[in-house]
């Protein structure tokens, strides 16, 4: 049994907790700066996200906040040992590789030999097929699906229900709205929406 505390405190926060708990792992509280109080069932915020110090030494850590630009903050800031998050629902190939400090929500897929980075988020139902490289702080939303050899970037968020085609590769800092099928690379940064998915 581990002893985990969780880096923010909103929905997505809770949403981790569930999962720690859940895993049979022992859930500490969380760390933000703008909650206290009780967060999710008898859990509740123990400090800010400066005292991860202080608590470094007895936990690990899991950063639960949607923004990839501040998870990449908080894991640069802090030399902290990372907790990675797997629903027990979630299907994990024997071949994958999931990075530290990422969270495989329920009901996700992850196929043979697909490699997540680290702090990624692969959220509620989403699946990721064959041989599939997630760089770090990707986010892929509830539902999503990449078929087989997606490539993915640094920071890039494929939103809800979108269909990345095989064989396709998704540069960094891209956003891809809920929805869209993405059906040709996206080499350059911004937002692609639509079917087929086409720069806002
Ligand atoms: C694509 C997205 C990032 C755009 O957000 P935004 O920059 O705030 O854009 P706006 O909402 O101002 O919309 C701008 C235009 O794009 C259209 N648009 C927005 N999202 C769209 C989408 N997913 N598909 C198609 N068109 C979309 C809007 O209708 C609007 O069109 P209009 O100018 O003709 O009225 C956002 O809508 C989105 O889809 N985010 C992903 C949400 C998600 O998956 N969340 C999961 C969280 S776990």
């Not at 630009?69 to 802090?78: D, L, P, T, V």
């Not at 970037?153 to 939103?159: A, K, P």
């Amino acid at each position: 049994m581990r002893d985990v505390i969780i880096i923010g405190a909103g929905g997505h926060a809770k949403v981790i907790a569930d999962i720690v708990i859940k895993s049979g792992d022992r859930l500490l509280g969380f760390l933000d700066d703008g909650k206290s109080g009780t967060v999710f069932e008898q859990y509740s915020v123990l400090g800010t996200v400066e005292d991860a110090e202080k608590y470094k030494s007895e936990a690990e850590f899991i950063i639960g906040i949607g923004s990839a630009a501040a998870r990449k903050n908080i894991s640069e800031r802090f030399a902290l040992k990372w907790y990675t998050a797997v629903h027990p629902s979630a299907t994990v190939s024997l071949g994958a590789e999931i990075g530290c400090g990422s969270t495989v929500m329920a009901g996700a897929v992850i196929n043979a030999d697909a490699k997540i980075g680290r702090h990624c988020i692969i959220n509620t139902r989403a699946s990721i097929d064959h041989d599939c490289r997630l760089s770090d702080f990707v986010h892929v939303s509830p539902g999503a699906t990449l078929c087989g050899t997606v490539t993915v970037g640094d920071n890039t968020h494929i939103g809800a229900g979108v269909t990345v085609k095989n064989n396709i590769s998704v540069c960094a800092d891209v956003t891809v709205g809920c929805g869209a099928a993405v059906v040709k690379s996206i080499t350059s940064p911004g937002t692609y929406v639509g079917i087929p998915a086409r720069e806002l």
